[in-house]
């Protein structure tokens, strides 16, 4: 299966700011999603980023708040806009093909 | 709609087996996750079930599948300290690309 490498893998940020987080993937894939875990919850998903169109939002994510690139077939950047202490959760992207393999996650603190 | 549905917690001792039950609402799922989240890690697919099978097994780990029901298991036999995370299961319905998670169910191995 695919392997998967997060940047950064935690960062603390001060509220108002923005954070650009990086998924680089080892093969070449179709599609990648980047999906939210608050603290003690499960996972949602954010959107889905195929390369060449515009991402696709979930129901509660916009693009202003979450915007997401994917020059390529093996890079998605997912950043998050404006922070408040409500963004404080693990960011994880995810890949298909590969059997839905995660990323170690991006652990994000907003003070 | 789509909903996934786990026990929240469950304790078992060191050696014995482990059962973790998970129910799905989505029938048209053609495939249906199993993953472990240690502390602080990221997600790691355990294995996978295919709709159409009702039972895999992959070393200690074996997954049973009753689609009539939606219910879906997975057993870890001889389980040993290092099972000790929190095991979500997910399921993938038909005609979305993404992964809808359960709320996680935390093992805790005592001696």
């Known amino acids: 299966s695919a392997v998967i490498s997060q940047k950064p893998s935690r960062d603390i940020c001060q509220r108002g700011t923005s954070l650009t987080i990086q998924c680089q993937v080892d093969s070449q894939v179709t599609m990648m999603f980047w999906y939210r875990q608050q603290p003690g919850q499960s996972l949602t998903l954010i959107a889905t980023?195929?390369?060449?169109?515009?991402?696709?939002?979930e129901s509660g994510f916009v693009i202003d708040k979450f915007p997401i690139s994917r020059p390529n077939l093996t890079f998605s950047t997912l950043t998050v806009s404006n922070m408040s202490p409500e963004d404080s959760s693990i960011y994880l992207c995810?890949?298909?093909?590969?059997?839905?393999?995660f990323g170690s996650g991006t652990r994000l603190t907003v003070v | 709609g789509e909903d996934v549905e786990q026990s929240l917690f469950l304790s078992v001792r060191e050696g014995d087996s482990s059962v973790i039950n998970c129910t799905y609402t989505?029938?048209?799922?053609?495939?249906l996750y199993w993953y472990k989240q240690e502390p602080g890690a990221g997600l790691q697919l355990l294995t996978y079930?295919?709709?159409?099978?009702d039972m895999k097994q992959d070393q200690r780990l074996t997954v049973l599948l009753n689609k009539k029901d939606k219910h879906l298991s997975l057993r870890i036999a001889d389980t040993q300290t290092g099972d000790s995370a929190i095991y979500f299961c997910?399921?993938?319905?038909?005609?979305?690309?993404?992964?809808?998670f359960g709320a996680g169910t935390r093992l805790a191995v005592h001696p």
């Open positions: 997910a399921e993938n319905p038909g005609g979305y690309n993404k992964l809808i």
């Open positions: 995810s890949v298909d093909p590969g059997a839905y393999t």
């Open positions: 079930i295919f709709s159409n099978m």
């Open positions: 980023a195929n390369q060449g169109s515009e991402a696709t939002y």
């Open positions: 989505d029938s048209s799922s053609t495939y």
